[in-house]
Structure formats: structure tokens, C-alpha cells
């Protein structure tokens, strides 16, 4: 369905033209009718679906604008997420009296309340800053019509939930509740009854939270051969932007003094930076100036580069779904992807839980190591061939 076959008023639909929005990606068009109608939603769609705009068109929709107030409010597990979700929901109401603004950890706290005095209609905030403007009374949630939590399984996880509580236990009155993921395990799941009334749940992600335009590659080997392996990879694809993945900030530093030295455009992001450099890299690399970014998990949720081509996990992601986040940086709205991953002895019961929930179809570059234990038959022959091969370039495709 097109946009112009819905409800919406001349002034949001001429935006969404000019954004390049005709047809609704199917999460807007199945969530749109219950959020206008004002009904409490669990929604989950792989990533690169267009979530953002389900959600800000009949947000912004909903906004008085004679009405002086925080109405609508999103929140989101990272800084970065925070501009990029106010900056989707500033274009969409460009052309209407409707006020967003972020406040997030890291920026000038006196400019954020300036600008909150001023007049806010739809404020997008992390937990941390958001509780601190409303421990000290500096931001009042009375008039908040409709609230949002972005990447709702990873605000629903401990770390975060005691956070999330306290603010939605700052707003009292009935309202509507709306969350919005490309994953949900079953034990956060149980934890959406708390916050929703009534909800509709709809769920595009029937296997896989992973966008077919994905093509997930593998390499197992030993960790002495990654450096090597990356640096022969990296050269021989065709790569517009990549994105590669550490699990602990050291590694990314590490890793950004290594590879500087082979690549240039080359940055690097983690919460150790200071947010203006943190802002500054995240600028940079959306706008194609940096081709390689070299990242901890902080870049692994939501973000939307669109010209992300390739993602590398130099380690092996840890926890459930953040692979499905992190790969998921490439491959947006259709566009090809090509996700790259280093498995290492250590990681195999790991790999072995992700291909077993078949989110992905994997193929290998070199060795398959989980091949001898789904097939013990040709264990034998297979023995002469186990000699670890790390320039070896032939395609293994495993079909599941
Ligand atoms: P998700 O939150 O599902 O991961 P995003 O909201 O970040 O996805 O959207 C992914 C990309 O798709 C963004 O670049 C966004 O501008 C674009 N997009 C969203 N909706 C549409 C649409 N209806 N038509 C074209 N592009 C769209
Ligand atoms: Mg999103």
C-alpha cells in the first residue's frame, strides 16, 4: 500500500515524498491502523524494515500542537540511536508546528533544558538522562499520550529494566504503550505484559530476524590468523563501508592501531570515547567520510547506515541475538549485505546454538567445523583434510 492511500494529512505525506517514502514497508503498513486507533502494540520486524517510520508517522499524527507538553515519548538504549530516531521524526514532521528533541548522556545537560522550557511535543531520550531530568523535576511526563520503547527487548534486559520501571512508573495516567524489535526471547517476552494493556502483538519474524539480503560467511580458525585473514578479506571485497565488531573496547583499540596501518578512513567507536568524538565518528562514518569502523556493541543496535555493505564480527558475538543486531547493520531495506564472521575453538558452542536456531544459512570460507559432529560417518575421511587452511578462498555453501 502507498502512503498516499492512508490518512494522512498534505503536510506529512509531502515529506514523506520528498524522503523518498511511497510504498509502506509491510511492519507500517500492518502496525499504522493500531497505533492511530490508539491501541497498546508488541511489534517485531527484521532489521532494515522501516520500524522508525511505523512508529514516528502516527506519532506525530497524534501531536496537538496548541498543547505545550511532552507528548510522546521514545526511548532508546543508545545515544546514537537517540539523534538518529529524533532526526527520522524531525524530517517527517518538517513541515508541521510539532517540536522533537533528544536529550541523551554525554551532551550539555543546561542546553537540553533550555531547549525543554522552550516547548517539546516528542522527546526521544536514553534511560540514564531521562531519569536524571526527572529525579530533579526538570521534565514532566503528565501529558504523555503515547510512549515508545525502541529496541524493547534490549531496554527490557537487567541493566536496564530497573530504568525503564522507574519511567514508566512516571507516567500514571492511561496512555498508550508501543514497542518496537527486530528480537524478542520468550523470557523478555513475559516481561511486556507489565508495561502493555491490551496489546496487539504482530510478528513479521517468523524464522529469522535476518534479512535474506544477507549472506552470512564463516571462518574458523585460530586467532593467530585473524589479523592476516582480515586484512586479505578487506582487500579482496568490494567494500563501500564495513563495519567490524569487537567484544571489549581494548580489542577495538587494538584492532584500530592494527589496521590503520593497512586502510586509511579508518575510526574507531566505543563508550570510552567522549560523546563529541563519539558524535563526530558517528557523523562522519553515516555520511561515507570513514569506510572502515571498528566497533564494540554500541554500534550494534539500530543504527542506519545505508551504505554498510559488509559487517565483520572479529569476535564472535556474545549473548543470543546480537548477532542478528550486528549483521543487521548491512543488508537495509533489501539492499545486499554481506555479513563476515571469525570462529575460533572457543566459540563453537556458541555457533553451534546459532545455526541450530536457524536464523542464518551459513557459508564457510575453508573448513566447516561443525561438519564432522552432523555427519559422523565421514568423520574418517574427513580427518586428512582437518589441517587448518587460512588463505584457503573456496566457498563451502551448505544448504539447510
Ligand atoms: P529498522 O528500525 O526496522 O531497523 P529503520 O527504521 O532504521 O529500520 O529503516 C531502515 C531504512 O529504511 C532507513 O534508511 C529508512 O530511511 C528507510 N525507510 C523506512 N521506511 C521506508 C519506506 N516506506 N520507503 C523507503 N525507505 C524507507
Ligand atoms: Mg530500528
Known amino acids: 500500500m502507498k502512503f498516499s492511500e492512508i490518512n494522512l494529512p498534505s503536510n506529512i505525506l509531502e515529506k514523506l515524498d520528498e524522503m523518498g517514502y511511497e510504498e509502506m514497508t509491510p511492519i507500517q503498513e500492518i502496525t499504522y491502523p493500531i497505533i492511530s486507533a490508539g491501541q497498546d502494540l ?15 508517522i502516527p506519532l506525530v499524527q497524534k501531536m496537538d500542537p496548541t498543547l505545550n507538553a511532552i507528548q510522546g515519548l521514545v526511548v532508546v538504549p543508545t545515544r546514537e540511536l537517540c539523534m538518529q530516531y529524533v532526526g527520522e521524526i524531525q524530517k517527517i514532521a518538517a513541515n508541521t508546528p510539532i517540536t522533537p528533541f533528544a536529550v541523551y548522556g554525554g551532551f ?12 517539546v511535543h516528542i522527546l526521544v531520550a536514553t534511560p540514564g538522562r531521562l531519569i536524571d531530568f526527572l529525579y530533579n523535576g526538570q521534565i514532566s511526563l503528565s501529558q504523555v499520550k503515547c510512549a515508545i520503547l525502541d529496541e524493547a527487548d534490549e531496554l527490557l534486559k537487567v541493566g536496564f529494566l530497573e530504568d525503564i520501571e522507574f519511567i514508566l512508573s512516571c507516567i ?23 508495561c502493555l494493556r491490551d496489546p496487539q502483538h504482530i ?14 560467511y564463516f571462518s574458523y580458525l585460530h586467532p593467530k590468523y585473524k589479523q592476516t585473514e582480515l586484512i586479505k578479506y578487506l582487500e579482496e571485497e568490494n567494500v563501500e563501508q564495513v563495519i567490524i565488531f569487537c567484544n571489549a573496547r581494548h580489542k577495538v583499540d587494538t584492532l584500530f592501531r592494527t589496521i590503520r596501518q593497512d586502510f586509511k578512513d579508518v575510526e574507531y567507536i566505543h563508550a570510552g570515547l567522549n560523546q563529541g568524538k ?16 571498528i566497533a564494540s556493541d554500541v554500534a550494534g543496535r539500530g543504527l542506519d547506515f545505508s551504505h554498510v555493505s559488509h559487517v565483520v564480527n572479529w569476535d564472535f558475538p556474545e549473548g543470543r541475538d546480537r548477532y542478528t543486531h550486528r549483521t543487521g547493520r548491512a543488508g537495509r531495506m533489501g539492499k545486499k549485505g554481506k555479513a563476515f564472521t571469525f570462529v575460533t575453538k572457543h566459540d563453537l558452542p556458541n555457533l553451534r546454538e546459532l545455526i541450530d536456531r536457524k536464523q542464518i544459512t551459513p557459508s564457510w570460507i575453508g ?15 574427513q580427518k586428512s583434510r582437518r589441517r587448518f587452511r587460512p588463505h584457503s578462498n573456496k566457498v563451502n555453501k551448505k544448504a539447510e
Do not use: N, W
Open 203 to 216: 510478528s513479521l519474524v517468523t524464522k529469522r530476524a535476518a534479512p535474506e539480503s544477507i549472506e552470512h
Open 108 to 119: 550539555d545537560k543546561e542546553i537540553e533544558l533550555a531547549k525543554l522550557r522552550h516547548g
Open 278 to 293: 563519539r558524535t563526530s565518528i558517528f557523523m562522519q562514518f553515516r555520511k561515507g567520510k570513514i569506510h572502515y569502523l
Open 42 to 56: 508488541c511489534a517485531i520486524a527484521e532489521t532494515g524494515s522501516g520500524k522508525t517510520a511505523a512508529c514516528a
Open 172 to 194: 500514571l495516567h492511561k496512555h498508550q504503550t508501543l514497542l518496537f524489535s527486530a528480537t524478542m526471547p520468550e523470557d523478555i517476552k513475559k516481561l511486556t505484559h507489565d
Open 367 to 381: 573448513k566447516d567445523p561443525l561438519l564432522e559432529s552432523r555427519e559422523p560417518q565421514k568423520k574418517k575421511a
